[in-house]
Every structure is written in structure tokens, then in C-alpha cells.
């Protein structure tokens, strides 16, 4: 992913800035995310 500077960032709407892999989110992640 680039590095956009605020200042720019109504340049970047609509666009494709990059991907990432897909996450699983499971029970346990659920869980620690509720408890921070």
C-alpha cells in the first residue's frame, strides 16, 4: 500500500490502494477483541 499524505486523500477516493490476504476471524479473536 502506498504511503498517501492526508493532504491527498480525497485524490485517492474510489481508487484501489491495495489488498491485503483475507482473515479469518474465529471465536477466539472474537473474544479477545470483547475483552480489550
Same mark, same amino acid.
Given at each position: 500500500? =502506498?504511503?498517501? =499524505?492526508? #493532504?491527498?486523500?480525497? !485524490?485517492?477516493?474510489?481508487?484501489?490502494?491495495?489488498?491485503?490476504?483475507?482473515?479469518? &476471524? !474465529?471465536?477466539?479473536? &472474537?473474544?479477545?477483541? #470483547?475483552?480489550?
Amino acid at each position: 500500500m =502506498p504511503y498517501v =499524505p492526508v #493532504a491527498e486523500l480525497k !485524490d485517492y477516493v474510489g481508487k484501489e490502494l491495495g489488498r491485503s490476504e483475507w482473515l479469518t &476471524i !474465529d471465536q477466539e479473536r &472474537i473474544n479477545l477483541f #470483547a475483552e480489550a
